[in-house]
């Protein structure tokens, strides 16, 4: 019988593989760390890979905050066939074609896509219409419609132009890109929409995520590495980002007195200062355990999640 990993409260940055759902991933980390308390912050396509932030024990409470923040992604695109899920995993619904489109073209479909705009998400996605899945409903036969919803696309850069052909000879133009953007922004989306704007079919053919929040690839582990690091005898286990870390990394930190960390504990609201930055802070006692995670309400600290 395996010993019981000791595991501390905190995050786990995986590099997530091709072909796993998050869900794989989470599973496969509560083997690894013995423990059922485990979530994710933001789920990613099987067919993606790159970073995915894992929440450990009490660190899950975390998590929903976190998945709110910034994302990073290098893609590609291509132009000149459509899938039925925006990607590659989906069957091909039209094929018109794509070449000589012309970069200049193809810049200002992305600008167009840049800043805030309006995005109608994939039909094949986890969105609730009227109670149900639209991917349960469109696997269904039914044609649904999902009203467009504000994204924020900071940046989205074109490092690269390539005509080619498809498998069935269908002549395409593969698109190199990468994408800063806030939560909830559909990469599949934007390669439909390009595709569409140029009069042509589009889809997304890979996808990694670079950057969750402050979290980036450099301290992401494939689940070979983590489960290396669980099997080695004379390993120090997991590498788990410590939970008072973490939320210094990723919120802003306000350091209280003792009187007010002790108040807060008890959910007391006390006066708060402003932060330059909207939405959670973390606070930190003045020995640098991290007791909470508040929002500014008129002026005063109301608890969103409390950690002592």
């Not at 459509?82 to 489109?101: M, N, Q, R, W």
């Not at 690269?160 to 599949?188: F, K, M, N, Q, W």
Request: glycine share 12%; net charge neutral.
């Amino acid at each position: 019988m395996k010993q019981k990993v000791n595991v501390p409260d905190g995050l786990v940055i995986v590099d997530k593989p091709a072909g796993f759902t998050s869900h794989d991933v989470v599973a496969k980390m509560r083997g690894m760390a013995r423990t059922r308390r485990i979530g994710h912050a933001g789920t990613l396509d099987p067919m993606a890979t790159g970073v995915l932030v894992l929440g450990v024990e009490r660190a899950t409470k975390l998590l929903g905050h976190l998945a709110l923040t910034e994302k990073e992604y290098v893609g590609t695109v291509r132009l000149g066939q459509s899938t039925v899920t925006d990607d590659a995993e989906g069957e091909i619904t039209e094929a018109p074609g794509a070449k000589e489109l012309g970069r200049d073209a193809i810049q200002a479909q992305i600008d167009a896509l840049s800043g805030d705009i309006m995005q109608v998400p994939s039909k094949v996605s986890a969105i609730k219409i009227d109670g149900k899945r639209s991917y349960a409903r469109v696997r269904g036969g039914e044609d649904v419609e999902i009203p467009a919803r504000p994204v924020t696309i900071s940046s989205f850069v074109l490092h690269s132009v390539h005509e080619t052909e498809a498998e069935d000879g269908t002549p395409v133009t593969d698109l190199l890109v990468s994408v800063e953007c806030s939560s909830g922004t559909y990469i599949r989306a934007l390669a439909r929409d390009i595709g569409a704007g140029l009069g042509t079919g589009g889809h997304l053919t890979a996808l990694r995520r670079t950057r969750v929040g402050p979290y980036k690839l450099d301290k992401a582990r494939t689940l070979d590495q983590l489960q290396t690091a669980v099997d080695e005898p004379a390993g120090a286990g997991l590498p788990i980002m410590p939970i008072g870390e973490a939320a210094a990394a990723a919120f802003p930190r306000w350091d209280v007195t003792v009187q007010q960390g002790r108040l807060l504990g008890n959910g007391a609201r006390i006066p708060m200062p402003d932060f330059d930055a909207d939405g959670p802070v973390a606070a930190f006692a003045p020995d640098g355990t991290f007791l909470a995670l508040l929002e500014n309400k008129g002026g005063k600290a109301k608890s969103l999640a409390v950690f002592v």
